[in-house]
């Protein structure tokens, strides 16, 4: 972890440096753009939940406002007349069958319907959300109850009522010709899970808790899932002592006082609240820091693989410019631009190694022949004028043959002891005939030469000893002298814009395997120093003078000899005169 740090914050290149940049700045705008998202998703999570707090207010207001028209609608139901008073009295004072007696009378004399409990039974499956009716006077002992359980109601026995934590709203019952003595009292109890509905399961996820409340500071009603018994006990005693503000603290507060006197109370938990806003907060932040994450691991990967690609195109121009000019980046290992720039290298590598090998290589090569010839030189003109001596003795004899190998051994020594560094094609050929005709001398009748030579190719210019060594190889290597039937030719034409010079012979050849490996040797572009003359020698020296445009190909065959086809560009001539100059 170490190490891959180090490498993260390395300043050796710019473009790493540019990564820390662009990282440094990919943090600090994913830090805004979080701290903006989270601080968005609380206002608007706090806006949701107070427009959540003021519908739950509207509608504990309008419950309040609805029910209470029930109630009266219950009340008038037994005050809406002196004889619908009287007959709820009476079915509290009498028994059943003196009351079901007296209504009937009531109905035969009025034609009113006064029935007590068909009245009640009406009322419960009108309002269905009536959980109770309860008729107390202050003149009986009984209390008339009606429920689901019992639609036509009944009597029981005793004053006390127990209404504690019930919703239910109560009117006082007076006889229609005397309102302002009140003689009783109607409570209606109404079911409380109707009273916030469908909206109660929002509150209860926003963390909304609601409350109704008598003018007496009693509570009616309370929608509040998420609070303790002792939380809920805190806020009675807080609006039972009309101190409501002090559950500012850990509520946000809407208190509301309904036409009837009731009070509803909405309180917005500012834990909950705040709960959400960090949890979600910290979610939007875990995601952040895993997108940046990855971010950041992207753009470390890609600045890496750009990096490796500027050190491998670095390494190499500092390979250069050390002296080392045969160096090559692998293209396929670096992208676009920098794929431009590796290939321009490689180019200009190319060209300079083409350069060396013009001018560099072409002159050590000739300089190295020209040394290897004059190691034979003991005394030069001693040496000349020593064969011409024997040369003319040999005349004077009549040994005119000896006299012409005496002149040969002469032509070729001589030829080898000049320092030119070109010859024309002629030149080359006449050397080479000389160098034969010595050998068919000592072998008579055993060596046939042939030379077909264009005459517009006389004057070609050639390196030094180019054909000689060809020759010399079938002599050395390829002759066998059991035979009578050795042939070696030599043959230059033009042909398609090319010259073409063909040696070729009937020696002992090669096997495939030693002609690809000659073929390869030829291949490698290096410089190498040599003992002899050979092949290679001669194939670097005419790459040196030709260029592109010069190519050599070596074919043999076992026991059919070899086969050595040299191409020349038709512009070779001008160039060869040229350093022939």
């Known amino acids: 972890m170490r190490k891959r740090r180090v490498n993260f914050f390395k300043h050796d290149f710019l473009i790493n440096q540019l990564m820390q940049l662009y990282s440094f700045l990919l943090i600090i705008l994913s830090i805004v753009i979080m701290l903006a998202l989270s601080a968005y998703t609380g206002l608007e999570r706090f806006h949701t939940s107070n427009r959540l707090a003021e519908n739950s207010s509207m509608q504990l207001d309008t419950y309040v406002k609805e029910r209470n028209t029930v109630v009266s609608t219950v009340l008038g139901e037994f005050t809406n007349s002196d004889t619908a008073f009287e007959s709820l009295r009476n079915y509290l004072q009498l028994s059943l069958p003196e009351y079901f007696s007296y209504s009937n009378e009531i109905f035969r004399q009025t034609g009113q319907s006064v029935y007590l409990p068909n009245i009640l039974y009406r009322l419960l499956r009108e309002h269905s959300d009536i959980e109770e009716i309860i008729i107390q006077l202050d003149e009986s002992d009984d209390l008339l109850v009606a429920s689901p359980r019992a639609p036509y109601g009944e009597k029981q026995r005793g004053t006390k009522l127990d209404l504690k934590n019930r919703l239910y709203f109560a009117r006082p019952i007076s006889q229609p010709s005397n309102y302002a003595q009140p003689l009783g009292q109607v409570y209606v109890v109404f079911q409380a899970d109707t009273v916030m509905a469908n909206q109660a399961a929002d509150n209860e996820v926003h963390g909304i808790d609601s409350f109704l409340y008598s003018t007496n500071g009693q509570r009616l009603f309370q929608s509040a899932t998420g609070l303790s018994s002792s939380e809920v006990q805190m806020i009675d005693t807080a609006m039972a002592g009309e101190n409501a503000h002090l559950l500012q603290k850990d509520y946000y507060v809407q208190q509301q006082t309904t036409v009837s006197g009731e009070i509803s109370l909405v309180l917005l938990s500012k834990k909950v609240i705040w709960q959400e806003i960090i949890q979600k907060s910290l979610f939007i932040f875990a995601i952040g820091a895993a997108i940046i994450g990855l971010l950041l691991w992207v753009l470390q ?225 290096e410089i190498e120093k040599q003992t002899s003359i050979g092949i290679k020698n001669v194939h670097e020296r005419l790459r040196g003078m030709f260029g592109n445009g010069y190519r050599i190909e070596i074919t043999a065959q076992k026991d059919a000899g070899f086969i050595i086809m040299i191409y020349l560009p038709e512009a070779g001539i001008k160039k060869g005169m040229t350093h022939g100059v």
């Open 301 to 525: 990967r890609t600045f890496k693989r750009y990096t490796s690609q500027v050190k491998t195109i670095v390494a190499a121009t500092t390979a250069v410019s050390q002296g080392n000019f045969k160096i090559q980046i692998d293209t396929d290992q670096v992208q676009q631009e920098l794929k431009e720039i590796a290939e321009a290298i490689n180019q200009m590598t190319v060209s300079i190694n083409d350069y060396i090998e013009d001018i560099y290589t072409l002159e050590i090569k000739q300089r190295d022949a020209d040394m290897r010839a004059l190691q034979a030189q003991i005394n030069p003109h001693f040496l000349y004028n020593t064969l011409e001596y024997i040369r003319m003795y040999a005349l004077s004899r009549n040994q005119e043959e000896l006299a012409d190998v005496v002149y040969a051994f002469s032509a070729l020594l001589r030829n080898n002891t000049t320092q030119e560094k070109v010859k024309t094609l002629a030149e080359e050929v006449a050397f080479c005939e000389k160098y034969v005709y010595l050998y068919q001398m000592r072998y008579p009748d055993k060596i046939a030469y042939h030379v077909t030579v264009d005459p517009e190719l006389s004057q070609l210019y050639l390196p030094k000893f180019t054909l000689q060594p060809l020759v010399e190889n079938y002599f050395v290597h390829g002759i066998d002298y059991q035979r009578n039937d050795n042939a070696i030719s030599i043959k230059a034409y033009k042909k398609d814009a090319q010259i073409v010079i063909q040696i070729k012979d009937n020696g002992k050849g090669a096997t495939k395997e030693q002609v690809m490996a000659i073929n390869e040797t030829l291949q490698i572009a």
